[in-house]
């Protein structure tokens, strides 16, 4: 109505009052307006809304709008408003920053620890292959070596145990070709080297013991004393024996055979004890002394060690640090046995003249050993014999004419020991069938004789490193087959030897 109407004509008066304002005194040299900055004016319309409306951050769409050339300046509302917004908005985006950073500082915790851990793992597998590395140059330092001494207690592994508590019964005999588990690998009980006075295991092995000892008695294979002394190779043979489960199988001679092998393992200390486990974790093969026929036992040859009939034609075991001496009951195998090769071993006493029995024998290596003593002169009854190696032991005296007039003989090596005295004149007896002769590196005296010469199968002969007279007989340089000659050159004056002693090289062979 009438306040509207008001309203109405105070605005138009204002605005033509300004208008002829800037008409009147607008000027060339002042033609820019006035401008004249006011505040947001309330008119009576505006101040009832106001009341019926709540306050609000917006302006108001009733607002008159501002006078044409005038610039709106926001009121203090607007401006308190406005800065309570951008608080606000700032209040809110705070937290979310504060929770980003804590969630990077938390990632970077994360991956600290997992590099941590990851540098712990990995020590530790470090640490654990150096140990196990220590523990396999452990074991490997206690496995048996070809250079220990004399004091050194480590046995001939290979060979099974015989010693087991005798209260254990034998385990049944497994088909040839493929060895038993022994008495020893039924358990892990502490063994002992002596066994008991008589054998125990019962009515049956009783009456085997009883049977084997008076087999034995019969054929003077055992003394009769032989039960007093129960730490004896031979007793201690008898009382395995008798306990084998198919004793009651084997012929005499088969019975013989396995005591004749029984008491070489005892005798060499091969059949000192050592549990199943020590010895398979030595990776040691099956051996003697098993309840299983023995032809399947341990051999260091690729050939079989019987003939077709069982019976034994070779022992061959070398370089295992068998120790002991050899036992004078090999000479029950006289029947079969051709070859004997036990070099590169521990063996200690004198060779037993009771070797001369084996009259099958073709092959005697038993180099590289501790052997002492005299050559036994009953060798010189091996008139089958091919091969005799007596190389680098500790054999003294001379060289007895007996082995000297083997006449089936090929290869001689007595080189490397501590022989004196001459070389036998009955060398020469050998002239059709040696090939190599190898005498250096002992004591031997006088004048190398020229029945040397009559060797003409020769291809080596080494004679240096002794104490020889006068020089070589010329006519050696004639043997025609002669491919290695090694002498004292300034002693000797040797004009068609192929090295000197003092610069030889060449390694003796006992093969022809």
Not at 112 to 131: C, K, M, P, T, Y
Not at 295 to 322: A, K, P
Not at 471 to 495: F, H, K, T, W, Y
Request: a negative charge; proline letters at 6%.
């Amino acid at each position: 109505g009438i306040e509207d109407d008001v309203s109405t004509i105070a605005n138009d008066t204002v605005n033509e009052t300004t208008k002829a304002f800037f008409t009147s005194h607008g000027t060339k040299g002042a033609s820019q307006p006035r401008i004249r900055l006011f505040k947001e004016y309330n008119t009576p319309e505006k101040h009832r809304k106001n009341k019926k409306s709540e306050s609000s951050t917006e302006d108001d769409e009733t607002a008159p709008e501002t006078p044409p050339g005038m610039i709106r300046v926001p009121g203090r509302q607007s401006s308190t408003k406005n800065l309570a917004q951008e608080q606000e908005q700032q209040g809110q985006e705070r937290p979310k920053e504060s929770a980003k950073a804590a969630k990077v500082s938390r990632s970077k915790r994360v991956y600290i620890v997992a590099g941590a851990l990851a540098v712990i793992l990995f020590a530790s597998i470090i640490a654990l292959g150096v140990a196990l590395a220590g523990m396999r140059d452990s074991d490997e330092s206690s496995s048996p070596s070809y250079t220990m001494e004399d004091g050194d207690t480590d046995l001939f592994d290979i060979w099974p145990d015989l010693d087991a508590p005798m209260d254990e019964s034998p385990t049944t005999e497994s088909p040839a070709g493929s060895p038993s588990q022994g008495p020893a690998d039924q358990g892990e009980s502490t063994p002992t080297n002596k066994p008991p006075d008589t054998p125990s295991g019962g009515e049956d092995t009783g009456a085997a013991y009883e049977e084997l000892l008076s087999l034995l008695l019969g054929r003077g294979i055992v003394s009769p004393d032989i039960e007093n002394d129960p730490d004896t190779p031979q007793y201690q043979s008898l009382v395995w024996l008798s306990r084998d489960p198919n004793y009651d199988d084997y012929t005499e001679d088969r019975i013989v055979q396995r005591y004749a092998l029984a008491v070489l393992a005892h005798s060499t200390g091969a059949a000192e004890q050592l549990s199943s486990r020590e010895r398979k974790r030595r990776g040691l093969l099956d051996g003697w002394l098993e309840y299983s026929d023995e032809c399947t036992w341990y051999t260091s040859s690729s050939s079989d060690v019987c003939d077709e009939s069982g019976r034994y034609v070779t022992i061959d075991i070398q370089d295992w640090n068998l120790g002991g001496s050899l036992p004078p009951e090999l000479a029950l195998l006289s029947d079969s046995l051709r070859n004997l090769v036990l070099n590169g071993n521990r063996l200690r006493s004198f060779i037993p003249p009771e070797l001369g029995s084996l009259s099958l024998l073709e092959t005697l290596r038993l180099s590289q050993n501790r052997f002492d003593g005299r050559i036994a002169t009953h060798l010189g009854l091996l008139n089958n014999l091919e091969i005799l190696d007596l190389g680098f032991n500790q054999l003294t005296g001379t060289i007895a004419t007996e082995v000297a007039g083997l006449q089936s003989l090929v290869v001689l090596n007595l080189n490397n020991n501590e022989l004196r005295g001459t070389i036998p004149p009955e060398i020469s007896n050998l002239g059709d069938t040696l090939v190599h002769l190898a005498l250096n590196d002992n004591s031997l005296t006088g004048d190398i004789p020229n029945e040397i010469t009559d060797l003409n199968n020769l291809q080596t002969l080494t004679l240096g490193n002794n104490d020889f007279d006068g020089d070589m007989p010329r006519n050696i340089c004639r043997l025609r087959e002669l491919e290695v000659l090694s002498l004292d050159c300034e002693a000797q004056g040797c004009q068609c030897c192929t090295e000197c002693a003092e610069e030889s090289t060449t390694e003796v062979t006992s093969e022809p």
